[in-house]
């Protein structure tokens, strides 16, 4: 079964920088992209940032110039620097890896972490 786990989240002043990482694992072949996304309260999940398996990243505006998305295709992880954090990125934030190929030729089209809190505080 594949499993995708963060890690990183926390409470950091304003100014602030935190690093989130995420792992997916259970007999996984290949995956296309990974990405992180977010969820305020009282708001919809959006969009943070993806990457692809060939290194291309895509990032919401809010975020450019602030956060760098990497990844480790080989080991199947993802990670997401944050800087010059501000209270309106605090949110849940999410791991979602898409477009999964499994060893034994099951494809998923995608699989959600938990989820790990970011609160900025101002």
């Known amino acids: 079964q594949v499993q995708v786990v963060e890690s990183g989240g926390g409470l950091v002043q304003a100014g602030g920088s935190l690093r989130l990482s995420c792992g997916a694992s259970g007999g996984i072949f290949s995956i296309a992209a990974m990405g992180w996304y977010r969820q305020a309260p009282g708001k919809q999940r959006e969009l943070v940032a993806t990457i692809t398996s060939h290194g291309s990243s895509n990032y919401a505006d809010s975020v450019k110039g602030r956060f760098t998305i990497s990844r480790d295709t080989a080991k199947n992880t993802v990670s997401l620097q944050m800087n010059s954090l501000r209270p309106e990125d605090t949110a849940v934030y999410y791991c979602?890896?898409?477009?999964?190929?499994?060893?034994?030729?099951?494809?998923?089209?995608?699989?959600w972490g938990q989820g790990t809190q970011v609160t900025v505080s101002s």
């Open positions: 979602n890896a898409e477009y999964i190929v499994t060893i034994t030729g099951r494809s998923i089209r995608g699989v």
